[in-house]
């Protein structure tokens, strides 16, 4: 596990964008208390690793939404939480044989546990 928090710098499209930030909201109103998207995004991980991510939808995100974009979001890794987020990125990265890995993750495991409910 890393000694420190690392900060993964992501350009993501208005779609990825507008996922995120509703699965915020959403996260915020179920819990009754504000989350912020390392919150939002840190338990999307926390739940995916009992779950997984599949090849099928991997591509099946890549295709509802285009990831590459020109906002910027920062994402602060902490040790609490940095293996379900690298040991996710590691799913992604073998299954997806794509660059950018962190910036599908992200959206992607938000998208994934909002679609199973697992937020």
């Known amino acids: 596990?890393?000694?420190?928090?690392?900060?993964?710098?992501?350009?993501?499209?208005?779609?990825?964008?507008?996922?995120?930030?509703?699965?915020?909201?959403?996260?915020?109103?179920?819990?009754?208390?504000?989350q912020t998207m390392r919150m939002t995004v840190q338990r999307a991980c926390e739940r995916l690793q009992s779950h997984g991510i599949s090849k099928e939808e991997l591509d099946l995100f890549l295709s509802e939404f285009p990831v590459d974009g020109d906002i910027t979001v920062w994402l602060e890794v902490s040790p609490k939480w940095s293996a379900d987020y690298d040991a996710l990125r590691d799913k992604v990265k073998k299954i997806g044989d794509r660059q950018g890995i962190d910036k599908i993750l992200v959206p992607l495991a938000v998208y994934l546990a909002e679609r199973h409910n697992l937020i």
């Open 1 to 34: 596990m890393a000694a420190g928090n690392r900060n993964v710098r992501i350009h993501l499209s208005q779609q990825c964008f507008d996922l995120l930030a509703d699965a915020m909201c959403a996260y915020s109103k179920r819990t009754g208390r504000f």
